[in-house]
C-alpha cells in the first residue's frame, strides 16, 4: 500500500489549496478514504471522509463547508480547501479507513496559512 499526497504549501488567509493523494497497492475503490492532519504541537484531527463510490462524505466542524473532499477513478483522493484560516496550518495526511480507524498513512504534505 502507499499513499503520496502533494499540493501543499504557502498560501495567504482566505486563500486556496487542492491537495492530492496518489494511491496504489490495493483496490482503492473498495475503501473509505480520509484526511487527516496535525497542526504544530498538537495531536492527529480527522478532517474528512469519503466512502468507495465517493457518495458520501463526512467533514468536522472545523471544516464544513470550506473544505471539498473527493475521488476519482484513478486512484486519486482529493481536498479542496477554500477560505483557509491560520488554524488550518498542519499537515494534511491522507489515510485509508478501516473499522473507524486508518490503517495506512502517506507521509503528509504541509500546508502552511499566513500573511
Known amino acids: 500500500v502507499q499513499l503520496v499526497e502533494s499540493g501543499g504549501g504557502l498560501v495567504q488567509p482566505g486563500g486556496s489549496l487542492r491537495l492530492s493523494c496518489a494511491a496504489s497497492g490495493f483496490s482503492f475503490s473498495g475503501y473509505w478514504m480520509a484526511w487527516v492532519r496535525q497542526a504544530p504541537g498538537k495531536g492527529l484531527e480527522w478532517v474528512s471522509e469519503?466512502?468507495?463510490?465517493?457518495?458520501?462524505t463526512n467533514y468536522s466542524d472545523s471544516v464544513k463547508g470550506r473544505f471539498t473532499i473527493s475521488r476519482d477513478g484513478a486512484n486519486t483522493l482529493y481536498l479542496q480547501m477554500n477560505r483557509l484560516q491560520l488554524v488550518d496550518t498542519a499537515v494534511y495526511f491522507c489515510?485509508?479507513?478501516?473499522?473507524?480507524?486508518?490503517?495506512?498513512w502517506g507521509q503528509g504534505t504541509q500546508v502552511t496559512v499566513s500573511s
Open positions: 469519503i466512502n468507495p463510490s465517493g457518495d458520501r
Open positions: 489515510a485509508r479507513a478501516v473499522s473507524c480507524s486508518w490503517d495506512y
